[in-house]
């Protein structure tokens, strides 16, 4: 299987959720088990010899990717979820995203200070998710290994906003 193959799977869906996005849609990527297994297998490799501890994934997209590959990494999962999710103490960071504002919170108690993390989502537009997911990683006081995406949108740039924190690794680019 070649990363064309995985690009070819995920679906563009014009005009979601308002006119002007072309959402890519990876639902039609993860249900075939094939590509679902290669996609984690893929991560799995570029960061197999990393010392990372946890595997923190973004409300909701990044959680099928972060769950399965801190399994096979053998490392704990960390959620970082939209606003009044969380039910014990939580950090909350505001963020921008290609199509709105929002919030994400961590459980204050989740990561030790000094711990590696990698930080999982499905897409990288601008970077600001995973920016103020870094920002909540960094205010507990977390080394952030890298972050991982399936796909990037170049033209955004947001691998820029994000390498001051960390490595980008993303399997596809648009
Ligand atoms: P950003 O914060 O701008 O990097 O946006 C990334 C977040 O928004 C990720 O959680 C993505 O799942 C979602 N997202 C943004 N743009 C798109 C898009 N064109 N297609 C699918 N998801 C998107």
């Known amino acids: 299987m070649s990363i064309e193959d995985i690009k070819n799977s995920i679906r563009n869906v014009p005009d979601f959720p308002?006119?002007?996005?072309?959402?890519?849609?990876?639902?039609?990527?993860?249900?075939?088990?094939?590509?679902?297994?290669?996609?984690?297998?893929?991560?799995?490799q570029e960061f197999g010899k990393k010392k990372i501890d946890y595997v923190i994934g973004i409300e909701a997209r990044g959680f099928i990717l972060a769950a399965a590959l801190a399994y096979k990494l053998g490392c704990g999962f960390v959620p970082v979820r939209k606003?009044?999710?969380?039910?014990?103490?939580v950090l909350t960071q505001k963020y921008a995203l290609e199509y709105g504002t929002d919030s994400l919170?961590?459980?204050?108690?989740s990561l030790e200070k000094g711990a590696n993390v990698l930080i999982v989502d499905d897409l990288l537009?601008?970077?600001?998710?995973?920016?103020?997911?870094a920002k909540l990683v960094k205010q507990l006081e977390a080394n952030i290994a890298a972050f991982a995406f399936i796909i990037e949108l170049k033209d955004l740039n947001g691998a820029a906003t994000l390498e001051p924190y960390g490595k980008v690794f993303s399997l596809i680019t648009w």
């Open 18 to 44: 308002k006119k002007g996005i072309q959402f890519k849609d990876i639902t039609t990527a993860i249900k075939n088990p094939k590509i679902y297994r290669e996609i984690i297998d893929l991560m799995a």
């Open 105 to 109: 919170e961590i459980h204050a108690d």
């Open 83 to 89: 606003a009044n999710k969380l039910p014990a103490q």
């Open 125 to 133: 537009a601008t970077g600001g998710t995973a920016l103020a997911t």
